[in-house]
């Protein structure tokens, strides 16, 4: 299973984003994928998870309701759309994709150890 990220940039606060993660070799749909973020000096953080073949969107404090994760089966990507951006959103993404057994029933996982596959990372910088 391969995934490549990709929609990163620079935004102003208050702006919006979206960032797009194709996956190929995934062979059927009993999947999770997640959005992960890493800022200079800090651990990995959850973002984002939903299931492949649709389910509950679940999201930290930190971000709900401003970000929002989807995942188009027919197209094999998932989405982030990132809204309301703040300063301290800055980091690299990473989208990251697991069989479901291993993220578990919603609530997903939001530890990065249960996710097999992982992306390149992709960096959103967001200025005040």
């Known amino acids: 299973v391969q995934l490549q990220a990709s929609g990163g940039g620079s935004a102003q606060a208050g702006g919006s984003l979206r960032l797009s993660c194709v996956v190929s070799?995934?062979?059927?749909?009993?999947?999770?994928v997640a959005w992960f973020r890493q800022a200079p000096g800090k651990e990995r953080e959850f973002v984002a998870a939903v299931p492949w073949d649709g389910g509950l969107p679940f999201y930290p404090s930190s971000v709900k309701g401003r970000f929002t994760i989807s995942a188009d089966n027919s197209k094999n990507t998932a989405y982030l759309q990132m809204d309301s951006l703040m300063p301290e959103d800055t980091a690299t993404y990473y989208c990251a994709t697991t069989l479901a057994g291993r993220a578990g029933t919603y609530p997903y996982s939001d530890r990065y150890d249960r996710y097999d596959y992982w992306g390149q990372g992709t960096l959103v910088t967001v200025s005040s």
């Open positions: 070799g995934r062979t059927f749909n009993a999947y999770v």
